[in-house]
């Protein structure tokens, strides 16, 4: 798996916008784990819910590019 140089939102592991996919990649984790430790941060939360995170990740995350990988 190519490791991303920079964070982008993810080409190939993506479920909806690719924002945990491409934190996955940053990261050289799986995709699959970096999923479920949202989802299980996001359901401990009280404070700021998990969906308002993702949307505002979505915004901010450009999308992946040829240049994006190592």
Known sequence: ???LAKL????NNRMIAGVMGGIAEYVGWSPTWVRLLFVIVST???AVPGILIYIILWIIMPKVNNQSYQ
Do not use: P
């Not at 982008?8 to 080409?11: A, D, G, T, V, W």
């Open 1 to 3: 798996m190519a490791k």
């Open 8 to 11: 982008h939102r993810s080409r």
């Open 44 to 46: 401990m939360s009280a």
